[in-house]
Antibody
Framework: QVQLVESGGGVVQPGGSLRLSCVAS????????MQWVRQAPGKGLEWVAF????????YYADSMKGRLTISRDNSRMTVYLQMNTLKPDDTAVYYC????????????????WGQGTLVTVSS | QSVLTQPPSASGTPGQRVTISCSGS????????VNWYRQLPGTAPKLLMY???HRPSGVPDRFSGSKSGTSASLAISGLQSEDEADYYC???????????FGGGTKLTVL
């Protein structure tokens, strides 16, 4: 079955960087767009980024644009989220997510979610 | 502040029908399909409805989705205690070139 396992979260100082990873299994990774969604403590969901199945297009949330890079390695079935110049407001659980349907060119419904990795930005 | 507006809370008694609204604009709900997610406390969200009216396999037909103009709705009939959760709508927004989530609705089964 589909599994998405995130890693790379932790405590980082304001202005610091982190790279989150998400290892996928149970499906043909190279056929699916991947997304990141975050949830601050006690708050709602906020979409963060999308990367097309073939890596040819990316979309980012305005709140983090310019500070994020989403990438993927289809040979390793892994998607990454590089986050720079982190702020306390970026503290959240970051979920890796897989598009419901294959070969979609813009963010689609999310069919599967990982369990999330907690990023805490604090001095 | 979410551009997709949901009521922060909703409630009903077992067996009742409850509707959760999601109000947007022409750049999102008015033009694109809406997806709904359910999140139980301490767990990852789960897809409940996609492309406005389609249920993923395993979601009972007690759940239905609809849209009119710039507003979408999720209806739950035959309310059950296990339906108590947070519900989120989401849609693509072409002015932001990104996905918007609603602020979420906490459903309480009385």
């Amino acid at each position: 079955q589909v599994q998405l396992v995130e890693s790379g979260g932790g405590v980082v100082q304001p202005g610091g960087s982190l790279r989150l990873s998400c290892v996928a299994s149970g499906f043909t990774f190279s056929n699916y767009g991947m997304q990141w969604v975050r949830q601050a403590p006690g708050k709602g969901l906020e979409w963060v980024a999308f990367l097309r199945y073939d890596g040819k297009s990316k979309y980012y949330a305005d709140s983090m644009k310019g500070r994020l890079t989403i990438s993927r390695d289809n040979s390793r079935m892994t998607v990454y989220l590089q986050m720079n110049t982190l702020k306390p407001d970026d503290t959240a659980v970051y979920y890796c997510a897989k598009d419901l349907a294959p070969i979609i060119v813009t963010p689609a419904a999310i069919g599967h979610w990982g369990q999330g990795t907690l990023v805490t930005v604090s001095s | 502040q979410s551009v997709l507006t949901q009521p922060p809370s909703a409630s009903g008694t077992p067996g009742q029908r409850v509707t959760i609204s999601c109000s947007g604009s022409s750049s999102n709900v008015g033009t694109y399909t809406v997806n709904w997610y359910r999140q139980l406390p301490g767990t990852a969200p789960k897809l409940l409805m996609y492309s406005t009216t389609h249920r993923p396999s395993g979601v009972p037909d007690r759940f239905s989705g609809s849209k009119s103009g710039t507003s979408a709705s999720l209806a739950i009939s035959g309310l059950q205690s296990e339906d108590e959760a947070d519900y989120y709508c989401a849609a693509w927004d072409d002015s932001l070139n990104g996905v918007l989530f609603g602020g979420g609705t906490k459903l309480t089964v009385l």
